[in-house]
């Protein structure tokens, strides 16, 4: 028995609205869980963002003492470079370190000291901050070196607090996807349910299988794409509500909000996604109903 387009989609109109009561609070529940969904990845991915920026900042400070002359001064910046841990360096003369510290520094201790008094240093950007603590082993205690200093426990804290944020975003994720999914194909077992004796004369006539499941799959996609479509909108609001769209100045680096910044392709990637996943979700959940529980 063919089946076409017309039919389908009739049939899983007059579904819907027969069950109209049902239909909406299906959409609106498969769309606040999508949009939690869609939030949680927008979120991951802001957190992943945040992860980098951060990382790109994170630096180890090795002090050259003020005894050191340019060639054992220069010798210690060669290794810092050659280093398979650091990405770059940047070298700051006693001068430098002098001025710094008078912003830093008491007034009565300033005066005590001079600028001789004070080390050069290399602030140094590394390719993984975890690797914080072999540039400690490899320069401490080497000629010139005064000591090396670097944040190790504040580098543990911000990956073990990225690493679960990471992982509860996923966990949220995945288990509103499936609970979307079980959502979906109540949904439409009760459609079934209900329509029961009109499916078994369908059967009797010589209806094929595809053409029994089919409405019930259109009616699963409509919900679907319904539900996501009010999730993309609850995503976007996230995204301009907290100041995801933020452009990062000189202004706000320090702001959590403008380091998580993400741009537009990868909010519409998200979107898109979930798109994507409530139309998967809508037509698996009413596939696997049919098949479940009328074998047909």
Request: one cysteine or more; glycine letters at 8%.
């Amino acid at each position: 028995m063919p089946v076409s387009a017309g039919y389908v989609s009739k049939e899983a109109a007059t579904n819907l609205w027969r069950n109209r009561l049902m239909t909406v609070a299906a959409i609106l529940t498969v769309a606040v869980s999508l949009a939690l969904v869609g939030s949680s990845l927008l979120l991951k991915q802001g957190a992943s963002k945040a992860t980098v920026q951060w990382q790109n900042g994170v630096q180890a400070i090795v002090w050259v003492k003020p005894s050191a002359g340019a060639t054992l001064t220069t010798s210690i910046g060669t290794e810092l470079h050659q280093s398979p841990y650091i990405k770059s360096c940047i070298y700051r003369s006693q001068a430098y370190d002098y001025n710094e510290a008078k912003t830093l520094l008491p007034t009565d201790e300033l005066d005590a000291t001079s600028q001789s008094d004070y080390p050069s240093s290399y602030r140094c950007v590394l390719n993984d901050p975890s690797q914080a603590s072999q540039v400690y082993q490899q320069f401490t205690g080497k000629a010139g070196v005064a000591s090396v200093k670097y944040p190790g426990q504040q580098i543990k804290t911000m990956e073990s607090v990225i690493r679960i944020l990471q992982w509860v975003f996923l966990s949220v994720a995945v288990v509103l996807l499936l609970s979307a999914s079980v959502l979906i194909l109540n949904t439409i077992r009760m459609a079934i349910f209900a329509r029961r004796r009109e499916v078994s004369v369908m059967k009797l006539v010589g209806a094929t299988n595809w053409f029994i499941r089919l409405p019930f799959m259109a009616e699963g996609l409509i919900q679907g794409l319904a539900g996501a479509g009010v999730a993309v909108v609850v995503v976007l609001a996230l995204y301009f509500g907290i100041g995801l769209d933020t452009t990062k100045t000189a202004a706000n680096q320090g702001s959590i909000i403008a380091q998580m910044s993400l741009g537009g392709w990868e909010v519409a990637g998200t979107c898109i996604l979930v798109a994507v996943v409530g139309v998967v979700v809508g037509v698996v959940g009413s596939a696997f109903a049919v098949r479940r529980f009328l074998d047909v």
